[in-house]
């Protein structure tokens, strides 16, 4: 790993800013820090373990300011979150263990295959307006998609908001607030097991993990903010054209 100069630090902290805003309002930001760590000279699976740190706390943040804004009171939330676990241990299982030259290119692939999937299906992550929201058992296509969501998150986690959203949102018509609180609500429980398994792997770099959190914490805490207070139509062109910009990020990364 290079020295942690100011330049470092700063490119960690602004990169951290910009993704708590992105994951919080829609999804894509480990696009950004992902890469970030690899600049920094971390191997592909320690990059992808310490990104955890960030995604986590930042995760924690965004769900404070949703419960104190009563936007937590969502139906079935313990399921489709005990759902998205079981896929998430698997996920973290697959990464920790693959063997490190697999790690990056499959990393890759999975950034680039989902950027394309929310950029040319949109219809993925399309929000109904005007319905009811309808019970996860009575929708019974959510749970693998679930399942599906905690297995990549556990595995990469770059991207892995849209497809929460698309689960949440296309198959169960949460609006786009209550799909963004579970999407936080299921990352940070994921997230959370997903990164014991990695410290208890010794992959995981403390120092880089909390000054790319530092930016992401203060970036979640704004996006919550902006989160409550702008229209569905808003929320709707922001995740379009963050759409856009993981599918860009995992391209280039």
Known sequence: MHELSFFYVFILVL??????IINTMAGGGSNLTIPALMVLGLPADIANATNRVSVLLQSLTALSGFKKHGALNI???NKIVITTVIGG??????????????????????MISMAAIILFR?????????????????????????????FYGGFVQAGVGFIIIAAVAGCLRFDLVKANAVKI???????????????????VLWLPGLILASGSMVG??????????????????????????????????
């Not at 299982?93 to 499959?106: H, Q």
């Not at 949109?122 to 693998?144: C, F, H, W, Y």
């Not at 429980?189 to 992959?203: G, K, N, P, S």
């Not at 409550?228 to 963050?242: A, D």
């Open 15 to 20: 990169t951290g800013f910009l993704a708590g």
């Open 75 to 77: 139906p079935d939330l």
């Open 89 to 110: 241990l698997i996920g973290a299982g697959f990464a920790s263990y693959m063997p490190t030259e697999l790690l990056k290119p499959t990393l890759l692939i999975a």
């Open 122 to 150: 949109p219809a993925t992550i399309s929000v109904p307006d005007g319905t009811e929201i309808i019970p996860m058992m009575s929708q019974k296509k959510s749970i693998p998609m679930l399942l599906l969501a905690g």
């Open 185 to 203: 609500v299921c990352t940070a429980a994921f997230t959370l097991f997903a990164l014991i398994l990695f410290v208890l792997r010794d992959q």
């Open 220 to 253: 979640a805490h704004i996006a919550v903010k902006i989160t409550l207070k702008v229209s569905q139509k808003t929320l709707k062109w922001f995740l379009f054209i963050m759409t856009i910009c993981a599918s860009l990020a995992a391209i280039f990364a």
